[in-house]
């Protein structure tokens, strides 16, 4: 079982910054792919960010330009730096972590509790 914990979210100025964090714990051998989703009120959980043990990483269109996914293999913690933030960033932001526990073991993911994210106008 992992165990993600989120942190950073907060209410922000249009055009400022944030910077989230979720940092993963309990039985993993290896993470395959770390990623960011979001939430808005009404609408369905959709991807932000992600990426891979390999180095890749994906963004959404809306948010390319602006956000930075990175990752800390030593502490298991994804990181989402979210610049110049818009009142459409606004959402609920959650963590995903795909991971085995052990070699050629199965991909399981988990998931954070979600961080409010509220950009002011």
């Known amino acids: 079982q992992v165990q993600l914990v989120e942190s950073g979210g907060g209410l922000v100025e249009i055009g400022g910054s944030l910077r989230l964090s979720c940092a993963a714990s309990?039985?993993?051998?290896?993470?395959?792919?770390m990623a960011w989703y979001r939430q808005a009120p009404g609408q369905q959980r959709a991807l932000v960010a992600l990426?891979?043990?390999?180095?890749?990483?994906n963004y959404a269109d809306s948010v390319s330009g602006r956000f930075i996914i990175s990752g800390d293999n030593a502490t298991n913690t994804v990181y989402l730096q979210m610049n110049r933030l818009k009142p459409d960033d606004t959402a609920v932001y959650y963590c995903?972590?795909?991971?085995?526990?052990?070699?050629?073991?199965?991909?399981?993911?988990?998931w954070g509790q979600g961080t409010q994210v509220t950009v002011s106008s």
């Open positions: 990426t891979s043990a390999g180095g890749t990483t």
């Open positions: 309990g039985v993993i051998f290896r993470i395959h792919i």
């Open positions: 995903a972590v795909s991971s085995s526990t052990v070699e050629r073991g199965p991909i399981r993911t988990y």
